[in-house]
């Protein structure tokens, strides 16, 4: 079982934390464009680590405790390199030559596993992959003579607790550089190399230790990769090496297509609407890869994960911070022996049981029995889609990938999400930013921003005794991408009964079919008359006064189900921050007059 991810969306600190409090045992990759370090658990505890300067060796940090001498490691270093095929790592060759005892050699080894640790630490982008298959330690810790047969686990809290606390110190007093290595000291190298650099902050990633996250920041980035085609081209290589060059060159330039149309803001940046959490159960490796790469490209949220407990975790955690998740199951006869049609549905049932409202969708291959889709839906799940048979011809398989794939970046953008969360998340951003502001102007605007995102076109209408004015609206003369345009200036009459004139007389909105006359000749002779003649009316009041109205309606498309009471309460809560500013204004004069 494995799982894996990205640093931008779940930092170093809380994947150790998640392999120690589900108690993993696996090989822990950390790779970053400054390289890649292993970490080795075992029952969730530190057992090994693997630097990746291999400069920084257990020779130096022995030598840097007073453990032993420069000569001593000298003589052990010569005795490795005539050892030849029988050579043992150092560690080993120091104790049974009687140069170090258990206790001293166990503490270097302590040390370079932190030291390892504050290397990624600092790494904020990235991948992170933990293969509980994997568990073979580094060259330090393979061999130990009977007189070092101490089990090696190191607490992993304990580690990051002390972590943090040498980051604080260090920076603090200016010698960060000096937490393993005194700057005085000469480079030791198990195997020295010409040209070796002193070992420094920058050199092992520690200057950017003051902008270590203490928690999971709330906006992520998108992830930066040199070279995108060659990292499809290793994975498909690794993956599918089977498929005929050309099959496997197909795949490659599709997903690098995919790649490269990284979105420069997507969902994340935009506001009102609610990032998606991709979760992916499954075992197969390149889908994974691949649905990866489309949610890479949308700045979406991505793990993946074979192991049920981390799969909690990662829905527990998308809840957590507001995300919407979207949870992908594959096929049963893709993810091992061990699953079946059976177990894959007590699982989606399990999962909507216990969080009811995420989302589920199933793959599924034409392999599997035809009740199963069916079984799927009537357990919750949203949606099957169907996804390539992994036994099929070379050719047929690239082609239905390829089909698969494009279908699947295009549903991904058009289903699984829930409009009622969205609209409740747009509610509470605009209440907060109401909040900050006084003027009627910049109110009426944030009430038009929100309309807009339930209508295809909304507009500011100034009140006056006799009429309206036109100010700024959205989707009117431009398209609605393009934001609040105006002002529009055009006038409408107040005074002869029309909707405008009940709506303010009553202040409370309107929202259904209408068929004004001083729409048709007044508003429609100056904007298109929308296809469906259901508008919206909405009041804006300050001090018990009706002073603009927002109009909306739905454009050339068909009408959507909108929830007028948040539209409603954001209204009278626009008000109530118009007053307020009102009675401080008064309230400070009255102040400043005495």
């Not at 345009?485 to 029309?498: A, E, R, V």
């Amino acid at each position: 079982m494995s799982f894996s991810g990205y640093l931008e969306h779940l930092p170093i600190v809380d994947i150790i934390q998640l392999v120690y409090t589900t108690r993993k045992s696996g090989t822990l990759s950390i790779q970053s464009q400054k390289g890649q370090n292993n970490v080795v658990f075992s029952d969730g505890y530190f057992v090994s680590a693997n630097h990746m300067n291999n400069s920084i060796r257990i020779g130096q940090i022995l030598i840097e405790k007073n453990y032993i001498t420069h000569t001593i490691l000298d003589q052990a270093l010569l005795e490795q390199k005539n050892a030849g095929a029988a050579r043992k790592p150092l560690i080993a060759t120091l104790i049974e030559k009687g140069n170090i005892n258990r206790e001293d050699a166990y503490k270097g080894l302590e040390a370079l596993i932190e030291m390892t640790i504050v290397e990624v630490l600092t790494w904020t982008s990235g991948t992170f992959t933990l293969d509980v298959n994997k568990t073979d330690v580094c060259d330090e810790y393979r061999y130990f003579p009977e007189t070092l047969q101490q089990k090696i686990l190191i607490n992993s809290q304990e580690i990051l607790m002390d972590a943090v606390r040498i980051y604080d110190e260090k920076m603090h007093d200016g010698t960060l550089a000096d937490i393993f290595f005194s700057p005085e000291q000469p480079d030791v190298n198990e195997t020295p190399s010409p040209g070796y650099e002193t070992v420094t902050a920058d050199l092992l990633g520690l200057d950017g230790l003051d902008t270590l996250p203490t928690k999971i920041p709330d906006v992520f980035n998108g992830l930066k990769d040199d070279d995108l085609s060659a990292e499809h081209h290793r994975v498909i290589s690794e993956v599918l090496g089977n498929l005929p060059q050309t099959g496997q060159d197909q795949l490659c330039s599709l997903l690098t297509r995919i790649s490269s149309q990284a979105s420069t803001g997507g969902r994340l940046s935009s506001p009102g609407i609610m990032s998606p959490a991709i979760i992916v159960f499954s075992h197969d490796p390149f889908i994974k890869h691949a649905i990866a790469t489309i949610c890479r490209s949308k700045n979406y949220i991505i793990f993946t994960t074979d192991d049920d407990v981390t799969l909690d975790l990662f829905i527990e955690q998308s809840f957590t911070r507001d995300l919407l998740p979207l949870l992908i199951i594959d096929d049963p006869t893709c993810m091992g022996c061990d699953f079946s049609e059976n177990m894959v549905l007590a699982l989606l049932q399990e999962k909507r049981n216990r969080y009811p409202r995420i989302s589920i969708l199933q793959m599924s291959t034409s392999q599997s029995e035809q009740s199963f889709p069916s079984q799927v839906l009537n357990e919750g799940g949203e949606a099957v889609f169907q996804r390539p048979v992994p036994g099929e011809s070379a050719e047929t398989f690239v082609a239905h990938m390829t089909v698969f794939l494009q279908a699947f970046n295009s549903v991904l953008d058009k289903s699984f999400v829930q409009p009622d969360r969205q609209a409740a998340h747009r509610l509470k951003e605009s209440i907060a930013v109401l909040r900050k502001l006084k003027e009627p102007p910049e109110v009426a605007h944030e009430l038009l921003q929100f309309t807009a995102s339930l209508f295809e076109r909304a507009l500011i209408l100034v009140a006056r005794t006799t009429e309206l004015t036109a100010e700024k609206g959205i989707g009117v003369i431009s398209e609605k991408a393009a934001g609040p345009t105006g002002p529009l200036m055009f006038k409408i009459p107040l005074g002869h009964g029309s909707l405008f004139d009940s709506v303010i007389e009553k202040r409370r909105l309107h929202y259904g079919i209408c068929s004004d006359m001083t729409l048709k000749y007044h508003l429609y002779s100056v904007i298109p008359a929308p296809r469906n003649s259901k508008i919206l009316i909405l009041p804006l009041l300050f001090s018990g006064t009706v002073i603009a109205l927002i109009y909306a309606d739905f454009g050339q498309t068909s009408p959507s189900p909108v929830q007028i009471e948040h539209l409603e309460i954001l209204a009278e809560f626009a008000g109530l921050v118009l007053d307020y500013s009102l009675y401080r204004k008064k309230f400070e004069q009255l102040t400043h007059a005495h």
